[in-house]
């Protein structure tokens, strides 16, 4: 898997990094659908007041921020919820994806994320499980919007504001 680093606005470096409104933000994922081993995780720097300070501005700039994510990731673990991000971000992945690439990668998905035999099955209620399934039959780069806005919504309304919590006292501690 090849992946183009370039430095992002606030100093760090990001995968694939585009012009998203006022910020630089990625998408991640890799070009090539095959599954890759894992790579030894690189120690995420610590974040710095103006770090955190940005943060809190905005859910969807933490989101877009290389290290804040990798730092929302490890919080996310720690609550045993990490599956809501990681399936978010495969949404991201999947609306980059080739027309080749569609029924492969929303496959993976569903495996992944919705199927009730998942061990990293993210909390959607019976009816939006349902109409994934259906849409399973013609796949395209949207069927999971719906999902991946509750999903969005559930980190954003729940696990941000305890994050930012966590994120701040650490930064105080220090």
């Known amino acids: 898997m090849s992946v183009v680093t370039q430095p992002g606005g606030d100093g760090h470096t990001s995968p694939k990094m585009k012009r998203c409104n006022n910020f630089l933000c990625c998408c991640l994922g890799p070009d090539d659908p095959t599954p890759t081993p894992p790579s030894p995780v690189p120690e995420v720097p610590r974040p710095t007041s103006l770090d955190v300070e940005r943060w809190k501005s905005s859910f969807d700039r933490l989101l877009h921020c290389t290290v804040g994510r990798k730092h929302f990731q490890e919080f996310l673990k720690s609550e045993y919820s990490e599956e809501n ?13 080739s027309e080749n690439d569609i029924h492969y990668k929303t496959k993976i998905i569903f495996d992944k994320f919705i199927s009730t035999s998942s061990p990293s099955e993210v909390s959607l209620d019976g009816r939006m499980r349902d109409e994934v399934i259906r849409n399973l039959i013609e796949p395209d780069k949207n069927i999971y919007d719906e999902a991946q806005r509750h999903v969005y919504m559930l980190m954003r309304y729940d696990c941000y504001p305890r994050f930012m919590k966590h994120v701040t006292q650490k930064l105080v501690k220090a």
Do not use: M, V, Y
Not at 85 to 91: E, I, N, Q, S, T
């Open 85 to 97: 991000l990681l399936f978010w971000l495969a949404c991201e992945d999947l609306k980059e994806a």
